[in-house]
Protein backbone atom coordinates (compact mmCIF):
# COMPACT_ATOMS: atom_id res chain seq x y z
CA UNK A 1 0.00 0.00 0.00
CA UNK A 2 2.99 2.62 0.89
CA UNK A 3 4.72 1.48 -2.23
CA UNK A 4 1.28 1.99 -4.30
CA UNK A 5 1.19 5.47 -2.83
CA UNK A 6 4.77 6.53 -3.39
CA UNK A 7 4.10 5.24 -6.71
CA UNK A 8 0.95 7.87 -7.14
CA UNK A 9 3.56 10.50 -5.51
CA UNK A 10 6.16 10.02 -8.55
CA UNK A 11 3.39 10.47 -10.86
CA UNK A 12 2.58 13.64 -9.50
CA UNK A 13 5.88 15.05 -9.62
CA UNK A 14 6.30 13.94 -13.01
CA UNK A 15 3.14 15.81 -14.51
CA UNK A 16 4.81 18.69 -13.03
CA UNK A 17 8.14 18.19 -15.07
CA UNK A 18 7.02 20.93 -17.75
CA UNK A 19 7.11 23.72 -15.04
CA UNK A 20 10.24 22.63 -13.24
CA UNK A 21 13.85 22.28 -13.59
CA UNK A 22 15.67 18.87 -14.13
CA UNK A 23 17.46 19.24 -11.00
CA UNK A 24 13.68 20.10 -9.15
CA UNK A 25 12.57 17.27 -10.43
CA UNK A 26 15.50 14.44 -9.84
CA UNK A 27 15.31 15.80 -6.32
CA UNK A 28 11.35 15.92 -5.51
CA UNK A 29 11.30 12.16 -7.13
CA UNK A 30 14.30 10.95 -4.87
CA UNK A 31 13.24 11.88 -2.01
CA UNK A 32 9.35 10.63 -2.52
CA UNK A 33 10.72 7.44 -3.61
CA UNK A 34 13.19 7.18 -0.47
CA UNK A 35 16.08 6.74 -2.25
CA UNK A 36 19.92 7.97 -0.92
CA UNK A 37 20.98 11.28 -1.81
CA UNK A 38 24.32 11.07 -3.84
CA UNK A 39 25.70 14.50 -4.41
CA UNK A 40 25.73 16.27 -8.11
CA UNK A 41 28.18 18.11 -9.70
CA UNK A 42 27.55 21.06 -11.83
CA UNK A 43 30.10 21.52 -14.74
CA UNK A 44 31.07 24.60 -12.67
CA UNK A 45 32.18 22.39 -10.20
CA UNK A 46 34.15 19.89 -12.13
CA UNK A 47 37.63 19.77 -12.05
CA UNK A 48 39.12 22.24 -14.46
CA UNK A 49 42.35 20.70 -17.10
CA UNK A 50 45.71 21.25 -16.68
CA UNK A 51 46.28 24.73 -18.53
CA UNK A 52 48.15 28.12 -18.30
CA UNK A 53 45.43 29.67 -16.03
CA UNK A 54 44.81 26.30 -14.11
CA UNK A 55 47.88 24.63 -12.87
CA UNK A 56 47.76 21.16 -10.16
CA UNK A 57 49.28 22.41 -6.57
CA UNK A 58 53.38 21.89 -7.07
CA UNK A 59 54.35 17.92 -5.71
CA UNK A 60 57.34 19.36 -3.69
CA UNK A 61 58.70 22.82 -2.70
CA UNK A 62 59.83 24.79 -5.84
CA UNK A 63 58.00 21.79 -8.22
CA UNK A 64 56.45 24.10 -11.46
CA UNK A 65 54.14 22.02 -13.30
CA UNK A 66 54.26 22.83 -16.87
CA UNK A 67 51.88 21.91 -19.88
CA UNK A 68 53.32 19.91 -22.75
CA UNK A 69 53.28 23.26 -25.24
CA UNK A 70 55.32 24.99 -22.04
CA UNK A 71 57.70 22.25 -21.74
CA UNK A 72 58.47 21.65 -25.46
CA UNK A 73 59.15 25.62 -25.62
CA UNK A 74 61.31 25.39 -22.71
CA UNK A 75 63.43 22.42 -24.02
CA UNK A 76 64.15 24.55 -27.32
CA UNK A 77 65.16 27.84 -25.47
CA UNK A 78 67.25 26.57 -22.74
CA UNK A 79 68.60 24.24 -25.96
CA UNK A 80 69.30 27.35 -27.53
CA UNK A 81 70.70 29.37 -24.94
CA UNK A 82 72.91 26.74 -23.48
CA UNK A 83 74.62 25.40 -27.14
CA UNK A 84 75.14 29.54 -27.61
CA UNK A 85 76.15 30.19 -24.06
CA UNK A 86 77.61 27.60 -21.84
CA UNK A 87 78.16 29.72 -18.57
CA UNK A 88 74.42 30.22 -18.35
CA UNK A 89 73.80 27.75 -15.58
CA UNK A 90 70.05 28.16 -15.58
CA UNK A 91 69.31 27.51 -19.00
CA UNK A 92 71.31 24.11 -18.45
CA UNK A 93 69.65 23.01 -15.31
CA UNK A 94 66.33 23.83 -17.12
CA UNK A 95 67.58 21.93 -20.53
CA UNK A 96 68.32 19.14 -18.53
CA UNK A 97 65.35 18.78 -16.48
CA UNK A 98 62.72 18.91 -19.39
CA UNK A 99 64.63 16.49 -21.28
CA UNK A 100 65.19 13.95 -18.42
CA UNK A 101 61.88 12.79 -18.62
CA UNK A 102 59.58 11.09 -19.12
CA UNK A 103 62.12 7.92 -19.12
CA UNK A 104 66.22 8.90 -18.54
CA UNK A 105 65.43 10.24 -14.92
CA UNK A 106 63.48 7.58 -14.14
CA UNK A 107 66.41 4.96 -15.32
CA UNK A 108 68.68 6.84 -12.93
CA UNK A 109 66.34 6.88 -10.27
CA UNK A 110 65.83 2.72 -10.73
CA UNK A 111 69.54 2.36 -10.87
CA UNK A 112 69.59 4.27 -7.23
CA UNK A 113 66.95 1.73 -5.93
CA UNK A 114 68.89 -1.35 -7.35
CA UNK A 115 72.05 -0.65 -5.56
CA UNK A 116 72.57 -0.63 -1.68
CA UNK A 117 74.26 2.65 -1.59
CA UNK A 118 71.95 4.40 -3.62
CA UNK A 119 68.97 3.44 -1.86
CA UNK A 120 70.06 4.71 1.21
CA UNK A 121 70.92 7.97 0.03
CA UNK A 122 67.56 7.95 -1.75
CA UNK A 123 66.35 7.53 1.58
CA UNK A 124 67.99 9.65 3.60
CA UNK A 125 67.92 12.33 0.61
CA UNK A 126 71.20 14.50 1.89
CA UNK A 127 72.13 17.86 0.17
CA UNK A 128 75.61 19.52 -0.33
CA UNK A 129 76.29 22.81 1.03
CA UNK A 130 79.19 24.34 2.35
CA UNK A 131 77.60 24.23 5.71
CA UNK A 132 77.04 20.27 5.21
CA UNK A 133 80.26 19.43 4.08
CA UNK A 134 82.47 21.62 6.00
CA UNK A 135 84.92 23.04 3.72
CA UNK A 136 87.13 24.48 6.94
CA UNK A 137 87.49 20.85 7.63
CA UNK A 138 87.77 19.52 4.37
CA UNK A 139 90.97 21.33 3.98
CA UNK A 140 92.34 20.01 6.87
CA UNK A 141 92.22 16.69 5.72
CA UNK A 142 95.53 15.06 5.04
CA UNK A 143 96.45 15.43 0.77
CA UNK A 144 95.08 13.33 -1.80
CA UNK A 145 92.22 12.79 0.48
CA UNK A 146 88.41 12.82 -1.63
CA UNK A 147 87.60 15.91 0.73
CA UNK A 148 91.24 17.51 0.14
CA UNK A 149 91.06 16.75 -3.93
CA UNK A 150 87.55 17.86 -3.80
CA UNK A 151 87.52 21.19 -1.91
CA UNK A 152 91.58 22.24 -3.33
CA UNK A 153 89.46 21.76 -6.91
CA UNK A 154 86.89 24.41 -5.58
CA UNK A 155 89.55 26.84 -4.37
CA UNK A 156 91.59 26.12 -7.31
CA UNK A 157 88.40 27.30 -9.82
CA UNK A 158 86.76 29.59 -7.60
CA UNK A 159 83.56 27.60 -7.13
CA UNK A 160 81.38 26.82 -4.30
CA UNK A 161 78.67 23.65 -3.63
CA UNK A 162 76.34 26.59 -2.75
CA UNK A 163 75.36 27.76 -6.65
CA UNK A 164 73.79 24.76 -7.88
CA UNK A 165 69.96 25.41 -8.22
CA UNK A 166 66.80 23.84 -7.60
CA UNK A 167 65.14 21.21 -9.54
CA UNK A 168 61.17 23.04 -10.47
CA UNK A 169 60.38 20.66 -13.91
CA UNK A 170 60.36 17.08 -13.01
CA UNK A 171 57.06 16.75 -11.71
CA UNK A 172 58.17 13.49 -9.48
CA UNK A 173 59.10 14.35 -6.39
CA UNK A 174 61.85 11.47 -5.59
CA UNK A 175 63.16 11.94 -9.61
CA UNK A 176 63.46 15.39 -8.74
CA UNK A 177 65.45 14.84 -5.79
CA UNK A 178 67.86 12.13 -7.99
CA UNK A 179 68.47 15.14 -10.49
CA UNK A 180 69.21 17.52 -7.49
CA UNK A 181 71.47 14.73 -6.20
CA UNK A 182 73.32 14.29 -9.84
CA UNK A 183 73.64 18.48 -10.00
CA UNK A 184 74.97 18.40 -6.14
CA UNK A 185 77.57 15.41 -7.44
CA UNK A 186 79.14 17.48 -10.50
CA UNK A 187 81.49 19.28 -9.21
CA UNK A 188 82.75 15.72 -7.00
CA UNK A 189 83.28 14.75 -10.83
CA UNK A 190 85.21 17.46 -11.69
CA UNK A 191 87.68 16.81 -8.69
CA UNK A 192 87.57 12.86 -9.50
CA UNK A 193 88.69 13.72 -12.77
CA UNK A 194 91.11 17.08 -12.85
CA UNK A 195 88.95 18.56 -15.74
CA UNK A 196 88.71 21.86 -14.97
CA UNK A 197 85.28 24.39 -15.68
CA UNK A 198 86.86 26.16 -18.89
CA UNK A 199 84.68 25.51 -21.81
CA UNK A 200 86.70 22.29 -22.89
CA UNK A 201 86.79 20.86 -19.70
CA UNK A 202 83.14 20.78 -19.11
CA UNK A 203 82.75 19.12 -22.55
CA UNK A 204 85.09 16.06 -21.77
CA UNK A 205 83.18 15.76 -18.46
CA UNK A 206 79.92 15.98 -20.20
CA UNK A 207 80.58 13.38 -22.58
CA UNK A 208 82.19 11.23 -19.61
CA UNK A 209 78.29 11.54 -17.54
CA UNK A 210 76.21 10.77 -21.09
CA UNK A 211 78.36 7.60 -21.03
CA UNK A 212 77.88 6.64 -17.47
CA UNK A 213 74.20 8.60 -16.39
CA UNK A 214 72.68 8.90 -20.34
CA UNK A 215 70.75 12.11 -19.53
CA UNK A 216 70.33 13.50 -22.10
CA UNK A 217 71.41 17.10 -21.47
CA UNK A 218 74.86 15.56 -20.63
CA UNK A 219 75.23 14.45 -24.50
CA UNK A 220 73.71 17.12 -26.15
CA UNK A 221 75.86 19.50 -24.03
CA UNK A 222 79.25 17.87 -26.11
CA UNK A 223 77.57 19.67 -29.44
CA UNK A 224 78.91 22.70 -27.95
CA UNK A 225 82.41 21.36 -29.13
CA UNK A 226 81.48 23.00 -32.26
CA UNK A 227 82.19 26.10 -31.03
CA UNK A 228 85.36 26.01 -29.40
CA UNK A 229 88.88 26.36 -31.19
CA UNK A 230 90.00 24.02 -33.52
CA UNK A 231 92.70 22.90 -31.69
CA UNK A 232 90.95 21.70 -28.48
CA UNK A 233 88.05 20.70 -30.83
CA UNK A 234 90.61 18.19 -32.54
CA UNK A 235 92.20 17.25 -28.68
CA UNK A 236 88.88 16.56 -27.54
CA UNK A 237 88.08 14.04 -30.34
CA UNK A 238 91.51 12.93 -30.19
CA UNK A 239 92.19 12.33 -26.21
CA UNK A 240 89.14 13.37 -24.59
CA UNK A 241 85.76 11.71 -26.14
CA UNK A 242 87.71 8.57 -26.36
CA UNK A 243 88.86 8.99 -22.58
CA UNK A 244 85.26 9.89 -21.40
CA UNK A 245 83.26 6.94 -23.52
CA UNK A 246 85.92 4.52 -22.48
CA UNK A 247 85.63 5.17 -18.29
CA UNK A 248 82.09 6.20 -18.63
CA UNK A 249 80.58 3.44 -19.91
CA UNK A 250 83.15 0.92 -17.16
CA UNK A 251 82.65 2.55 -14.56
CA UNK A 252 79.84 2.03 -11.75
CA UNK A 253 77.34 4.49 -12.21
CA UNK A 254 78.46 7.79 -10.16
CA UNK A 255 75.51 8.70 -8.58
CA UNK A 256 75.49 5.66 -6.14
CA UNK A 257 78.80 7.14 -4.73
CA UNK A 258 77.92 8.48 -1.14
CA UNK A 259 80.26 11.17 -1.11
CA UNK A 260 79.95 12.38 2.25
CA UNK A 261 80.87 9.05 3.54
CA UNK A 262 83.86 8.90 0.95
CA UNK A 263 85.44 12.77 2.04
CA UNK A 264 88.42 11.05 4.37
CA UNK A 265 89.74 8.27 1.48
CA UNK A 266 92.33 8.10 -0.81
CA UNK A 267 91.74 9.42 -4.10
CA UNK A 268 93.12 6.78 -5.97
CA UNK A 269 91.43 4.40 -3.68
CA UNK A 270 88.33 5.49 -4.52
CA UNK A 271 88.94 5.62 -8.42
CA UNK A 272 90.21 2.46 -8.94
CA UNK A 273 87.07 1.38 -7.38
CA UNK A 274 85.13 3.34 -9.64
CA UNK A 275 87.03 2.14 -12.44
CA UNK A 276 87.94 5.87 -13.59
CA UNK A 277 90.95 6.58 -14.61
CA UNK A 278 92.29 10.32 -14.70
CA UNK A 279 92.72 11.85 -17.98
CA UNK A 280 95.50 14.15 -19.10
CA UNK A 281 95.98 17.07 -17.16
CA UNK A 282 94.01 19.45 -19.02
CA UNK A 283 95.36 22.71 -17.50
CA UNK A 284 98.91 21.87 -18.19
CA UNK A 285 98.18 21.42 -21.58
CA UNK A 286 96.84 24.26 -22.18
CA UNK A 287 99.11 26.13 -20.36
CA UNK A 288 102.46 24.84 -22.58
CA UNK A 289 100.00 25.62 -25.60
CA UNK A 290 100.16 29.52 -24.15
CA UNK A 291 103.58 29.77 -23.21
CA UNK A 292 104.39 27.72 -26.76
CA UNK A 293 102.15 31.05 -28.82
CA UNK A 294 103.82 33.64 -26.66
CA UNK A 295 107.66 31.98 -27.82
CA UNK A 296 106.44 32.04 -31.72
CA UNK A 297 104.55 35.49 -31.45
CA UNK A 298 108.09 36.81 -29.91
CA UNK A 299 110.18 35.17 -32.37
CA UNK A 300 107.95 36.85 -35.04
CA UNK A 301 108.27 40.18 -34.00
CA UNK A 302 111.70 39.88 -33.50
CA UNK A 303 112.11 38.62 -37.44
CA UNK A 304 109.36 41.62 -38.09
CA UNK A 305 111.66 44.43 -35.94
CA UNK A 306 115.26 43.08 -37.19
CA UNK A 307 116.14 45.38 -40.34
CA UNK A 308 116.63 43.46 -43.90
CA UNK A 309 119.87 42.92 -44.83
CA UNK A 310 120.60 44.63 -48.60
CA UNK A 311 121.64 42.18 -50.79
Request: glycine share 4%; aromatic share 8%; net charge positive.
Amino acid sequence: MASHHSLSQCRAVLAQSSLARPGQVRSAVVAVAGLPVSPCTSSSERPRSFSVLNRPPPNYPGHIPLTRVERLALTVGSGLASFFNPYRGDMIAAFGEVTATPYFIYRLRDAMLADRTGRRILRDRPRMTSSSLNLDRLRALPPNTVGREYVGWLDREGVSPDTRPDVHYIDDAECAYVMQRYRECHDFYHALTGLPIVREGEIALKAFEFANTLLPMTGLSTLSILTVKRRERERFFATYLPWALRNGLRAKEVINVYWEEQLERDVDDLRAELRIERPPDMRDIRKKERREKKRAQKVAEIKTDSPSVAV
